[in-house]
């Protein structure tokens, strides 16, 4: 199995709604990321949060990490059509410097 | 103006033939990486630079190559392509090797015949 994996495959949301994504993962980590990729682009990150960190917030968006339980989420507010997007986690393992990307939750925002 | 750039952003090849993809930075970054995505897959990780000097690899085949003539430049040579090498190709950097943010560039399509 993956050692990163979203908790789903694809969202659906209406504009101006929240929306939470969740992240897991299955070894050691010295950070994780959130990117998003929009459809032919490459990947743009959002938030990096180290292992030292609970959370971290960039404007509308709000990632927590819990190493206890190998787990994060990127939740996004007040979401607009353009978060239209793929999201995914990736983290770095403890003693290497190798990201692992997970394979990716769909979000579509509906106007 | 684009920070990465990779050329070319479409590729179409024979099976068995040998193709170059690019990659310059202007971010002036000393770590640079490949990832290979495909249609199916996540973002998969295969080679990582820093100061010009390799420090990852995970691609197992030896029909992968990177290639660093400058610092900010790093492309990827594979040899002998076949229907699988079937991705997108992109390119990335960082300011050094490590937990730090990762740019990437806007990626180079490849379809092998």
């Known amino acids: 199995s993956q050692l990163a994996e979203e908790n789903s495959w694809a969202l659906s949301v209406h504009e101006g709604e929240s929306v939470t994504v969740n992240c897991s993962y299955k070894t050691s980590i010295t950070a994780l990321q959130w990117y998003r990729q929009k459809s032919g682009k490459g990947p743009a990150q959002l938030i990096l949060?180290?292992?030292?960190?609970r959370e971290k917030r960039n404007g509308r968006l709000r990632a927590t990490l819990d190493t206890s339980s190998q787990s994060s989420s990127l939740s996004i507010t007040a979401t607009r059509c353009e978060d239209t997007a793929v999201y995914f986690c990736a983290f770095v393992n403890t003693g290497n410097y190798k990201y692992v990307f997970g394979a990716g939750t769909r979000l579509k925002v509906i106007a | 103006d684009p920070k990465i750039i990779q050329k070319p952003k479409y590729l179409v090849a024979v099976t068995g033939s040998e193709k170059i993809l690019i990659c310059e930075q202007y971010?002036?970054?000393?770590?640079m990486y490949w990832y290979r995505q495909s249609a199916k897959k996540p973002l998969e990780f295969m080679f990582s630079y820093s100061y010009q000097k390799l420090m990852d690899n995970q691609t197992a085949s030896s029909r992968f190559q990177p290639q660093s003539s400058k610092k900010n430049h790093l492309d990827l040579q594979i040899t002998a392509l076949k229907p699988d090498d079937s991705a997108t190709y992109f390119c990335?950097?960082?300011?050094?090797?490590?937990?730090?943010?990762?740019?990437f560039g806007p990626g180079t399509r490849l379809l092998v015949l």
């Open positions: 949060i180290r292992s030292n960190e």
């Open positions: 990335a950097s960082s300011q050094d090797r490590g937990a730090d943010t990762q740019y």
């Open positions: 971010l002036g970054h000393n770590a």
